[in-house]
């Protein structure tokens, strides 16, 4: 067969029968690779450090260090490496069974070197496509998004540019959208899209603070203002002076404080708590709402001189369910995002857990759909997520937000988070089935195997 001179390609050869090898590295040049022999497991890791490979050929029955051996150690550096193993024809399932945790084919011995060949060009092929799509879902995904706000479709492109737009000065935004489209997001890419990205970025929760404290927590207070007022503190507008300060459900805001907070819009000053002199501001404000504030206004709950002055640049954030379209590049984002977070190589997703996901009424918008995504991948056995992934998650509602409260909230640290998580579920599921093992792995969505298996490492007893 002719070299073919275009071939460039780095292989790393790792074989402990040193003429078998020395004849497959001879053959290889030929072919135009070029190739890094060694003759056994510990050279070749060595040999991988010093000098990266495109593809890696290498025996499955070494002594020292094994193929299967060698390709876990190399997956923990480069996890998209081809990997081939050669086996004698009695060690095929073990082949398999390398292939099934991440080698890329396996060739049985004696090598024909034209089928040879055609495996190392199939699988540089393949990493080619791969590379290729990386770069393009980079690519996509730069052009879709915007501050870590993702998004393709015409709504979300209008809403990329009005927000490059407002982010280059200090106009006041109102943002409005229903629960989980993202508003308190949009309004830190404002922020760290904008001129005074290097300033504060302040946000508070209007509906999430007691009526009288809230006064003082916006513009501060002085010493002995009020009981239980020990100390003198600056409050929230003087702590994000210079930045931009985030009035989330600013519906919520009592008519009291919206006098107030009118006053500041307009004269960007305010008085503390108990205190004569004037504390001046420069500061961007965003408001956000999951009201319909113009209905407020008419109900005479929300002052409409404070609407009109809040509402210089109106932002609406559509619900998921207009925006379908999102979803596949959202899936994929929150795949990366957690899988990096947690540590899981996570490879994506399959087409008929994707059509699901699609499907769902996701009544909690963006924010139900990352923790969906999130959730299956604590609990994925796999680097893909599948349907079962998702299947169980109709379930989760039946533990009580006390409990998750107690587990998140007492955990040191994720895996730990994670562990009690699973052990509760998994408890859950086995309580649901009367401890059928078999009903209980298919309630989880684990493979009856893999319940076993995770019932040891968290110390659940099984009756």
Not at 210 to 235: C, M, N, V, W, Y
Not at 293 to 318: G, S
Not at 353 to 366: D, Y
């Amino acid at each position: 067969m002719a070299a073919d001179k275009n071939m460039t390609a780095h292989i790393l050869l790792a074989e402990d029968e040193r003429s078998n090898c020395d004849n497959i590295a001879e053959f290889l040049k030929t072919e135009g690779y070029r190739v890094s022999a060694c003759y056994d497991g510990p050279s070749a890791l060595k040999s991988f450090d010093s000098d990266l490979p495109d593809l890696v050929l290498a025996d499955l029955m070494m002594p020292g260090l094994s193929g299967m051996e060698l390709m876990q150690k190399i997956q923990t550096r480069e996890t998209e490496l081809p990997f081939i193993l050669m086996t004698a024809f009695g060690s095929i399932q073990t082949a398999v069974e390398a292939m099934k945790i991440g080698a890329s084919d396996y060739i049985v011995k004696p090598l024909e070197f034209d089928d040879l060949l055609l495996r190392i060009r199939r699988a540089l092929k393949q990493k080619q496509l791969q590379a290729e799509n990386r770069r393009l879902r980079e690519e996509l995904l730069g052009q879709s998004s915007f501050q870590n706000i993702v998004g393709q479709t015409a709504v979300m492109r209008r809403l990329f540019g009005i927000l490059q737009k407002i982010s280059r000065h200090k106009s006041t935004v109102l943002i409005g959208g229903e629960s989980g489209t993202g508003k308190e997001m949009v309004a830190r890419a404002i922020h760290y899209s904008g001129i005074n990205k290097d300033k504060p970025f302040v946000s508070i929760n209007c509906g999430a603070i007691p009526k009288d404290l809230i006064e003082s927590e916006l513009f501060g207070h002085a010493k002995g203002s009020f009981t239980g007022a020990e100390q003198a503190r600056q409050g929230l507008f003087a702590e994000a002076d210079g930045g931009t300060i985030l009035l989330d459900e600013i519906g919520d805001l009592p008519l009291a404080l919206q006098v107030k907070l009118l006053r500041v819009l307009e004269e960007r000053c305010f008085r503390p708590v108990g205190t004569n002199h004037e504390v001046t501001i420069d500061l961007r404000v965003v408001a956000a709402t999951n009201q319909d504030l113009k209905r407020a206004v008419e109900q005479k709950t929300f002052r409409e001189d404070l609407y009109y002055r809040l509402n210089v640049v109106n932002i609406h954030l559509p619900p998921l369910r207009e925006r379908r379209e999102d979803i596949p590049l959202l899936v994929q984002h929150f795949i990366e995002k957690h899988g990096k977070r947690m540590g899981k190589k996570m490879k994506g997703v399959e087409k008929s857990a994707l059509k699901a996901l699609m499907g769902l009424p996701l009544k909690g918008n963006v924010r139900e759909l990352e923790n969906m995504i999130e959730r299956a991948i604590i609990f994925s056995e796999e680097p893909t997520l599948s349907h079962h992934d998702f299947e169980w998650q109709a379930h989760v509602s039946t533990v009580p937000d006390a409990a998750l409260a107690e587990i998140y909230h007492s955990a040191e640290d994720l895996k730990q988070a994670t562990d009690r998580f699973q052990k509760d579920w998994i408890e859950h599921c086995l309580n649901s089935a009367q401890g059928n093992m078999g009903q209980a792995a298919k309630q989880s969505g684990l493979s009856l195997s893999s319940l076993y298996r995770k019932c040891k490492e968290l110390g659940i007893v099984i009756d």
